[in-house]
Structure formats: structure tokens, C-alpha cells
């Protein structure tokens, strides 16, 4: 994965990124996930849900299959960071995780997320 306009400091996040899944086999984020028909066939209930549906989809992929970080690259928008900030805006994203990590509801925390977001613009 890079960033449309990259700088070392989201290069750092994406290096971060690899090795967390290298460690967890978690996939989250801008990451273009191909995932075999009968495989998503089998995680499609997983999807339902309107936050972190990646990494529940990584999960359940995990289940079925094997996972892997391919050599190809896919560019996704640095909009987010530019707008918040690197630190502001990972920081947001890593409470979330963790509100999620210990039983948080997904629709309360993505309401959260959200109106938090549009309150800063």
C-alpha cells in the first residue's frame, strides 16, 4: 500500500501496518483484500455491520484460508491525515480499536467516529 501523496511519516504507518499483520493476521484500512467467491460467500454475515467490517473480514477469511501481504502495491488517499493530522487522526482511529477491542457496539462507536469527524471539519 502507499499513499497519493506520500511522506515518511505515513510510510512509517504503512511499514507499522505490515509488520502488525505479520504479528496479528490482522488486515484493516485502505488494504484492496482479494478474497476468493466461496470464501466471501462464507463471510458475507460479517459485513453487516458498518465498522471495522475489515478486520472481521480478515478474521473469517483467516478461518478458511490462508492470508497473505502480496508485492503489489495499491495507492490510497492520504485525505484523512492531511486534514487531522497524523497523530490526531491515528490517535482517533486507535481509541475506536480499542472501544471495539473490549465489546464496544459497532453502531455506537461508529456514530461516534463520525459525528466526531464532522464536527472537526
Known amino acids: 500500500m502507499t499513499h497519493d501523496t506520500p511522506t515518511p511519516y505515513l510510510d512509517l504507518g504503512i511499514w507499522a501496518a505490515n509488520q502488525w499483520f505479520r504479528i496479528s493476521g490482522e488486515l484493516y484500512g485502505d488494504r484492496a483484500m482479494f478474497v476468493r467467491s466461496d470464501i466471501l460467500r462464507r463471510c458475507l454475515s ?4 458498518p465498522l471495522f467490517e475489515d478486520l472481521r473480514l ?14 503489489e502495491r495499491v ?13 490526531g487522526y491515528s490517535r ?9 477491542a473490549i465489546g464496544g457496539s459497532p453502531f ?14
Open 92 to 100: 482517533k482511529i486507535l481509541v475506536c480499536r480499542l472501544w471495539y
Open 58 to 71: 480478515a478474521k473469517c477469511m483467516r478461518k478458511h484460508g490462508q492470508v497473505v501481504l502480496l508485492k
Open 108 to 121: 455506537q462507536i461508529y456514530n461516534a467516529y463520525y459525528s466526531t469527524k464532522e464536527s472537526q471539519r
Open 75 to 87: 495507492e490510497t488517499s492520504a485525505e484523512g491525515f492531511r486534514k487531522h493530522g497524523l497523530i
Open 46 to 49: 460479517v459485513l453487516e455491520v
